[in-house]
């Protein structure tokens, strides 16, 4: 095993609350079983999103429709949603996460407002826009759907880590700072990405910036922090309330809870990336090729070659099956059995 990667799981298996004991972690390669799209015609793939039968994936350059909707059983495209302009049906900069049933949440970074997108309506040849009252969420860092109604977003400024909007739109607040220190501004200590896993009630919180991760369960009305996960080196320095990150550090690119597993998606260092040549105009060669595979306690149990670049994950979260965009010569979605 290389040292790097050594180093990188010795560091976040540095608990806060800890259990110690060796394990030994099993390596092996994966080859999908089987492929949902062979080609995506766009610059870059945005999001994968998983819609109970449907697959959709976000084209952030498209200047037409920026989400196409993928059957899984057909293995086929059956349609696109999403305009990108100015109007009052469409987005400037869309990002768009998992709703409840067949849709599809859409927020703007640069306005706002927040819209459904259903699938059904689509289907039926119907306006598949939804506007949505405004939702105190300009300035989250990320968003996930947890129910009808209820969203919880990283917010940059709150004492406590996550925004908890009910379906009576009223907003609380919980969790841990990764920062413990008072800083004058949480912004960039608090971008990271978020999971929540409707089946075991878990949420899942990943920063991008350096090496910290938590895990939530939700326990009647309230989310009870079950353990964190920090580095044992300083990434940073913290003078007059303000953060300096000294130093990059490798973090997860994605990360999602399946039924039996945390998956970080990431790159091994000094490993040869598959890719015969880049997709497009982009350079593609730093996306990993690998996924680790912890169990609910975090112990490293798998690192899975996946014998291809991968760009994003998804799960449903009752299964141990995991969707990807890959990289075979074209952007391509494809599925793995873990």
């Not at 929540?196 to 899942?204: A, V």
């Not at 080196?233 to 690119?253: L, R, S, W």
């Not at 995991?322 to 990289?327: H, L, N, Q």
Request: charge should be negative.
């Amino acid at each position: 095993m290389k040292t790097k990667i050594l180093l990188y799981s010795l560091c976040l298996l540095t608990l806060i609350t800890c259990k110690s004991g060796s394990t030994e972690i099993e390596r092996l390669t994966l080859s999908p079983s089987s492929t949902i799209q062979d080609s995506l015609f766009t610059q870059l793939p945005g999001s994968l999103i998983l819609c109970n039968n449907y697959l959709v994936w976000e084209d952030p350059f498209n200047p037409n429709y920026f989400l196409h909707v993928v059957d899984i059983n057909a293995k086929k495209e059956i349609g696109t949603m999403g305009l990108i302009g100015r109007g009052p049906k469409e987005f400037i900069t869309p990002l768009s996460i998992s709703s409840i049933g067949n849709k599809i949440f859409t927020y703007d970074l640069n306005q706002n407002k927040q819209a459904y997108y259903s699938i059904d309506s689509m289907l039926a040849n119907k306006d598949p826009f939804i506007l949505l009252p405004p939702l105190p969420i300009e300035d989250c860092l990320d968003i996930v759907q947890i129910a009808e109604g209820e969203f919880i977003s990283t917010h940059p400024q709150n004492e406590q880590l996550f925004q908890w909007i009910h379906q009576d739109s009223t907003v609380s607040f919980f969790g841990k700072s990764p920062i413990k220190e008072k800083l004058k501004d949480y912004y960039n200590s608090r971008q990271g990405t978020l999971f929540y896993n409707p089946y075991n009630q878990k949420l899942i919180y990943s920063a991008r910036l350096f090496p910290y991760i938590a895990l939530y369960e939700k326990e009647g009305n309230n989310f009870q922090l079950k353990w964190e996960k920090v580095s044992s080196k300083n990434f940073y320095e913290i003078k007059n309330g303000n953060i300096h990150f000294i130093e990059e550090a490798q973090v997860p690119h994605e990360i999602i809870l399946t039924k039996d597993y945390i998956i970080t998606l990431e790159k091994e260092e000094n490993t040869p990336t598959p890719t015969k040549r880049t997709a497009g105009i982009r350079d593609l060669s730093q996306v990993p090729n690998t996924i680790f595979v912890y169990d609910y306690d975090f112990n490293l149990k798998k690192i899975i070659d996946m014998g291809m670049p991968i760009l994003r994950i998804e799960t449903k979260g009752n299964s141990n099956t995991i969707y990807a965009v890959g990289i075979d010569l074209d952007f391509c979605i494809v599925t793995y059995e873990i």
